[in-house]
């Protein structure tokens, strides 16, 4: 298994960006798919999962409604697309793989509970 992430930048708060995670190696049906950040001197927060059993989004509720997950099977990518962004969604941004289809709720609370491979993540700074 392999996670690259890409699309970070640098952007001011409003904008937007597309973050990709190419997916080397996983069987979206078995994995559940999550994104992750960590903000400067914090600790690495959910935002985002795609549950490999029904293709369902579950979304950070500091993100819901700005943020949408998708996937594509065919391309083995998970997109971010994070729309009105605030300085507070600072942070690096990284993707991972659970071996667990169905866990997504747990994921979003726990990373640590996650069994799988990691990205080494992508950097998105907004400013104000």
């Given amino acids: ?5 890409s699309g970070g930048g640098s952007v001011q708060a409003g904008e ?7 997916a080397s190696g996983v069987t979206f049906s078995r994995h559940a798919i999550a994104w992750y950040r960590q903000a400067p001197g914090k600790g690495r927060e959910g935002v ?9 989004a579950y979304y950070a509720d500091s993100v819901r409604g700005r943020f949408t997950v998708s996937s594509d099977s065919a391309k083995n990518t998970v997109d971010l697309q994070m729309n009105s962004l605030k300085p507070e969604d ?3 941004y990284y993707c991972a793989t659970d071996v667990d289809p169905g866990r997504c709720l747990t994921l979003l609370d726990h990373y640590n509970y996650l069994i799988g491979d990691w990205g080494r993540g992508t950097q998105v700074t907004v400013s104000s």
Avoid: A, F, Y
Wanted: proline fraction near 0%; glycine fraction near 12%.
């Fill in 16 to 22: 937007s960006l597309r973050l990709s995670c190419s």
């Fill in 1 to 5: 298994v392999q996670l690259v992430e």
């Fill in 48 to 56: 985002s999962c795609i549950s490999g059993d029904d293709g369902r």
């Fill in 90 to 92: 600072t942070g690096v």
